[in-house]
């Protein structure tokens, strides 16, 4: 008999969505396959049009999928939909607050409709407007917050009823610096709590910096799964990278640092890169054996891949915004449209 | 909660949040109540006086029922604004992913309307009052009257969520509300006898709603309300009224709510 923890907070089987207009059809979704368990987080990482917000979307229940089938905490979307929307929390691209309203009404307002009574609602409000620093602003009008402000309203809406499953569609698109490190803290803060987190992002940096368990999505599929380190593992492990202050020196540092043969050099840079089995201890090593070579550098590093090589290698493409034939037939992942907005 | 009680609850939270607004965003009512007003000006003082009446009367008492009429036809077109606004802040979003009542979303603006509007009618009354529009009926006709208008206005405000669901922008709300509302108001008796119409217009005007509420609401304030000899509609005005608040109610509000639960974006 399945117990509860054995349920995955989310399941997905084969999800195809396909936008149709005019007689143009794109797979929006061609297979998705995901699992996540209960408590931890997983970044679904990908560029525009890749098909996260679509996946949001079918498991908030806001999209039906044309195949395949999905569930959130054991509940399939389609026919327990309302069951649900009683266990996520969603917060999307867009900050889906009423601007009219002020913060404190705001979550009062969707505390009401998650059926708390007048005076839990309130309570609520204040518990989040207190952990979502927004206690000066709780009563202005939404209008007038900053963006991050909004998000951040916008988020603890989401987390009103408290939910089981926290999704985050895209949560620091169109935020300045500042504005995304704050969203940052408040995600993490959420995550430390234990609540099992989907979040989407653009941004290669982000996913690792959030999410435990990271799938890259690329035309409406899985492409890779895994830690953000097993992914950089894939890439080929860690790198050492030495700069040699005088050219004439390139052939004698690779023949010292690498005498298998598997380093290589650029002249134009007067780099030499060679694969780091050793990590960190072997780039002492490489220090030491340059010394006693007598050659002079200008730097050395260890450089481990980032999930920009990651993408790259899974790909072929570098994670940049809208490769062709795609994305452009939903509001789907745009954020310049949502810094219009 | 039984879920009749729940959708009801969740009506009114979304009614409050609709009318929370109102003294925040006062230019809306302003400028419906000055649109009117305009209106007022343009027809009692300047085309007016060019418009005679068969049988006689006061044209300005001809004019106010016609006049509450087509600014609460014209406030569907708010309602069709504030729907797509709602759906491009991704605000309907929102709503549609909390486990509440699926019909709270419409039926809380669709009565918020009606309650907006009530007051928007007695602004409008007032205004009436100081230029010489007379009640001369019953207190219960007077009453019957304002029940009417405001069945008229819940009505309207169904047309106005489907066609704030179904447009993409604000602006096209905007565009296709007046394309729906404008023919609807002028093509009536609301402003002319219908008499002075073309015989290609006067069955039209005859038939349309607007006429229907604007005839049942003069003959209810005791106002003049000229239509043509053995004309059905013009001496059936009140049921036809309700028959029309009934079938377009009967029409739209199914069509709403189907649109609603089909939103895919």
Redesign the interface.
């Known amino acids: 008999m399945a117990t509860f923890a054995d349920v995955a907070a989310i399941e997905t089987e084969g999800l195809v969505k396909v936008y149709r207009s005019g007689g143009d059809e794109v797979r929006a979704l061609d297979g998705v396959d995901l699992e996540v368990q209960e408590g931890t987080v997983l970044g679904l990482l990908g560029p525009n049009g890749a098909g996260k917000t679509t996946t949001v979307r079918i498991l908030?229940?806001?999209?039906?999928a044309d195949a395949g089938r999905a569930t959130v905490a054991g509940l399939d979307v389609v026919r327990d939909a309302?069951?649900v929307?009683?266990v996520?929390g969603?917060s999307?691209?867009?900050?889906?607050?009423?601007?009219?309203?002020t913060g404190r009404?705001n979550l009062w307002?969707?505390g009401?409709?998650?059926?708390l009574s007048s005076a839990d609602a309130r309570r609520r409000a204040d518990e989040l407007l207190g952990q979502f620093a927004l206690e000066d602003a709780a009563d202005r009008?939404a209008k007038t917050y900053s963006g991050g402000m909004r998000r951040r309203l916008d988020l603890a809406?989401a987390l009103v009823?408290r939910p089981r499953l926290l999704v985050l569609d895209e949560p620091t698109t169109g935020l300045d610096p500042r504005g995304r490190l704050g969203m940052w803290d408040v995600i993490r803060d959420q995550v430390r709590e234990g609540t099992t987190l989907l979040l989407t992002t653009q941004y290669l940096e982000e996913a690792d910096a959030l999410a435990d368990d990271i799938a890259v999505v690329d035309h409406g599929r899985i492409i890779a799964r895994g830690t953000s380190d097993q992914l950089k593992a894939q890439v080929g492990g860690e790198r050492i990278e030495v700069v040699v202050r005088d050219p004439g020196d390139l052939r004698h540092a690779v023949a010292t640092l690498a005498p298998n043969g598997d380093g290589t050099c650029d002249r134009h840079t007067r780099r030499v890169t060679v694969a780091a089995r050793g990590g960190a201890q072997e780039l002492v090593e490489v220090v030491r054996r340059l010394g006693e070579a007598r050659i002079e550098v200008d730097d050395v590093g260890l450089r481990r891949p980032t999930l920009d090589d990651v993408f790259l290698t899974l790909t072929g493409h570098v994670a940049e915004n809208g490769s062709a034939g795609e994305n452009d037939e939903?509001?789907e992942d745009e954020p310049d449209e949502e810094l219009a907005? | 909660m039984t879920s009749f009680a729940e959708a009801v609850s969740d009506g009114r939270v979304v009614a409050w949040r609709n009318l929370k607004r109102i003294p925040r965003i006062p230019e809306l009512a302003i400028f419906a109540i000055l649109q009117s007003i305009m209106f007022v000006v343009l027809f009692a003082f300047v085309f007016g006086g060019a418009i005679p009446l068969p049988g006689g009367g006061s044209y300005k008492e001809y004019l106010m029922p016609g006049i509450y009429i087509q600014t609460l036809a014209f406030a569907s077109i708010t309602t069709a604004i504030g729907m797509a606004d709602d759906m491009n802040k991704g605000l309907i979003d929102r709503f549609r992913s909390l486990p509440m009542a699926r019909s709270a979303v419409l039926s809380g603006r669709t009565s918020a309307d009606v309650v907006y509007n009530a007051g928007i009618l007695v602004v409008l009354m007032l205004s009436g009052l100081v230029v010489g529009w007379r009640v001369h009926g019953t207190v219960g006709d007077f009453v019957l009257a304002i029940v009417l208008m405001l069945m008229f206005t819940f009505a309207m405000a169904w047309i106005g969520v489907l066609l704030g669901l179904l447009v993409k922008t604000v602006e096209n709300a905007q565009q296709l509300g007046f394309l729906v509302i404008f023919p609807l108001t002028f093509v009536s008796s609301a402003f002319v006898p219908v008499e002075t119409l073309p015989s290609v217009l006067k069955p039209i005007a005859e038939w349309n709603p607007v006429s229907a509420l604007v005839s049942a609401t003069r003959d209810l304030f005791g106002n003049p309300n000229p239509y043509p000899p053995d004309s059905w509609p013009g001496e059936h005005a009140l049921p036809l009224s309700f028959a029309w608040i009934i079938g377009l109610l009967a029409v739209f509000a199914p069509l709403a709510v189907r649109r609603y639960r089909s939103i895919e974006r």
């Open positions: 908030a229940t806001l999209l039906r309302q069951a929307r009683r996520i969603l999307g691209q867009y900050a889906a607050v009423d601007e009219n309203l009404e307002m969707f009401r409709l998650y059926r009008v809406g009823g939903e509001d907005a």
